[in-house]
C-alpha cells in the first residue's frame, strides 16, 4: 500500500506541475489572442487560428484539472484505506494481547476486504495511466 501511496503522490505531483505549466501557457495564449483580436491590422484567419489555439490550452487545461482532481481523491481514498489496515491490526493485536480474541475470523474477514480495496485502488491507478497516456496519443497531434 506504501508503494501505491508513492506512486499516486509522484503522479499527483507531475500532473501538479504540468497544470501549472498549462495555466501559463493558456494565460499567455489569451493575451496573444487579446492583442490579435483588437489589433486592426492582424487578419481573420490568424484571429481565428489565435482563437482555436487559446481554446485547445483551455481544454487542455480543464483535462489536465479533472485528472489533478481524480489523482486527489484516489490519494484520500487510498490514504483512509491505509489508516483503516493500521486500525484494524492494532485492534486485533489489542484483542489478542488481553486474551479476548480466540478467533480472529471477523478481522481476517475485514482484512480480506481492505486487500480487495487496495487491489481496486491499483487497478483505479493503472486504469488513469492507461487513459491518460491514450489521450496523450490520440491529441499529440494538437501540441
Do not use: P
Not at 1 to 12: C, P, Q, Y
Not at 29 to 48: A, P, R
Not at 62 to 67: A, F, L, V, Y
Not at 80 to 96: A, C, G, M, N, P
Amino acid at each position: 500500500m506504501d508503494e501505491v501511496l508513492d506512486l499516486l503522490d509522484k503522479t499527483t505531483k507531475r500532473i501538479q506541475k504540468t497544470a501549472e505549466e498549462t495555466k501559463e501557457t493558456s494565460r499567455k495564449q489569451n493575451e496573444v489572442y487579446e492583442q490579435l483580436s483588437q489589433s486592426t491590422e492582424t487578419s481573420q484567419e490568424q484571429k481565428i487560428k489565435a482563437f482555436i489555439t487559446k481554446t485547445m490550452e483551455l481544454n487542455r487545461l480543464e483535462r489536465i484539472n479533472s485528472q489533478l482532481s481524480l489523482m486527489y481523491m484516489l490519494q484520500i481514498f487510498a490514504f483512509k484505506v491505509k489508516v483503516l489496515e493500521v486500525s484494524v491490526d492494532t485492534i486485533k493485536e489489542q484483542l489478542v494481547k488481553s486474551d479476548v480474541l480466540q478467533n480472529g475470523m471477523e478481522l481476517e474477514d475485514i482484512k480480506k476486504n481492505i486487500d480487495t480495496l487496495k487491489i481496486l485502488i491499483e487497478a483505479q491507478y493503472e486504469s488513469m495511466k492507461e487513459i491518460n497516456d491514450t489521450q496523450n496519443r490520440n491529441l499529440g497531434y494538437i501540441h
